[in-house]
Structure formats: structure tokens, C-alpha cells
């Protein structure tokens, strides 16, 4: 239940298409979904964050869909680039009783072909 | 700020060496976490501090990993006796309070290779 499931695993779009990475989770108590962006040799850094009081959050060129009763959320990213080529990892946390659960899902490999 | 700051990037190690991995938080911030992350399991919580005080370390894989937070600015992370499947990278991230306030903030990790 403490899982979050990614997908796909990898991806490859071409320059100016639409990047699609899903999630989905099971712990209702779950209240924060952040995207994480990872390029090599670097650490995670945060991208968008959402909560489950909204059902989209655009910042730009990236933008998070939230649906609660299916307990799923997306990431896209509009007009790729080739600078977007990088890991991302949904996440999914909760401070619920007092205790902190910060989850990732296993990532997704994104390549953005110029 | 210097962001998190980890150190050494990159340790090689032989089977059954002692491995310690160092983090510093970014100044200010109350909660430091530990994790790991490999291609088959992707990011790995192992142990998270709320003010130096360990709350949860039951992603720790076994006795032989072990860390301490001796204070605010000051982390390890160590592996005895170190294993070929502790081989990962891990990374050391802090976020000052309420998880809507401020996002984790990592550092570069440390890329650990045991032989």
C-alpha cells in the first residue's frame, strides 16, 4: 500500500511533442504529489507539486492531472526539448499520525530526439 | 546557499571494508533523509531525522548499515561490512518543515562500488 507505481519506464518523444509519464498509487492517506526531475550525475530536484484539493497545476510548460477518485496523477510536458531529456519520478507523501512517508515511484527515462 | 552537500562522490571498496558516506544539510533545515537508489528499485527511503532525532529507519536494510546525525549540519550513513549489493548510489536530502513548505533538496549523491 506504500507503493507507487511509474510508468512508462522509458520514453522517447520527438522535439516539440507531447512527454506523457502516469502514476498511481493506493495509500489514501497520501496528500502532496511532487514530480522530481534527474539529470545524470545529479540529485533529484523538484519540478511541480501538486495537492489533492485541485485536479491540475500548470507551471509553464509542465503540468500535473490529478484524479482522486482513481488515485492516479500525470505529468506532461508540452513542446519538448531536447534540455527536457532526463529521469523523472513522481512522488507521494504524507504526514499522516504524525510520521513522514516520502515515496517515489521507479522513475522514467525521457528522451527528447532534436 | 551551497545546497546539500555530500561527500566522497564516488568510494570503491573491496567486501567487507567499512564505508562511510557524509552529508551536510542545507542550514536551517529540520528534516534529513538517507536514500538509495539502484536501477532495479529506483529510490530507496532508509532512514529520515527530525531535528538530529532518527524517526524512522525501517528502510534500513539490515544491522550492518547504520547512521548517525550528531548534530544539525552533520550526517553519516555507514555500511559494515560492505557488501557487492550495497552497491547503489545514495543520497542525502533536507527539507525545512512541513512537507507543503518546502520540497527535499538533495545533493549529488555518492556513487558507492563494492568489489
Known amino acids: 500500500q506504500q507503493q507507487v507505481k511509474q510508468s512508462p519506464q522509458s520514453l522517447i518523444v520527438q522535439k516539440g511533442g507531447i512527454s506523457i509519464i502516469n502514476c498511481a498509487y493506493e495509500n489514501t492517506a497520501f496528500d502532496y504529489f511532487p514530480w522530481y526531475q534527474q539529470f545524470p550525475g545529479k540529485g533529484p530536484a523538484l519540478l511541480i507539486a501538486?495537492?489533492?484539493?485541485?485536479s491540475e497545476k500548470k507551471e509553464g510548460r509542465f503540468t500535473i492531472s490529478f484524479n482522486k477518485s482513481a488515485k492516479q496523477f500525470s505529468l506532461h510536458i508540452m513542446d519538448s526539448q531536447p534540455g527536457d531529456s532526463a529521469t523523472y519520478f513522481c512522488a507521494a507523501s504524507t504526514s499522516f499520525s504524525g510520521t513522514y512517508k516520502y515515496i517515489f515511484g521507479t522513475g522514467t527515462r525521457l528522451k527528447v530526439l532534436a | 546557499d551551497a545546497g546539500v552537500i555530500q561527500s566522497p562522490r564516488h568510494e570503491v571498496t573491496e567486501m567487507g571494508q567499512e564505508v562511510t558516506l557524509r552529508c551536510k544539510p542545507i542550514?536551517?533545515?529540520?528534516?534529513l533523509f538517507w536514500y538509495r537508489q539502484t536501477m532495479m528499485r529506483g529510490l530507496e527511503l532508509l532512514i529520515y531525522?527530525?531535528?538530529?532525532?532518527?524517526?524512522?529507519d525501517s528502510g534500513m536494510p539490515e544491522d550492518r548499515f547504520s547512521a548517525k546525525m550528531p548534530n544539525a549540519s552533520f550526517s553519516t550513513l555507514k555500511i559494515q561490512p560492505s557488501e557487492p549489493r550495497d552497491s547503489a548510489v545514495y543520497f542525502c536530502?533536507?527539507?525545512?518543515?512541513?512537507?507543503?513548505?518546502?520540497?527535499?533538496?538533495f545533493g549529488n549523491g555518492t556513487r558507492l562500488t563494492v568489489t
Open positions: 542550514s536551517g533545515h529540520d528534516y
Open positions: 536530502a533536507s527539507s525545512l518543515g512541513a512537507i507543503y513548505n518546502s520540497p527535499l533538496h
Open positions: 531525522f527530525n531535528n538530529n532525532v532518527p524517526i524512522d
Open positions: 501538486i495537492r489533492p484539493d485541485v
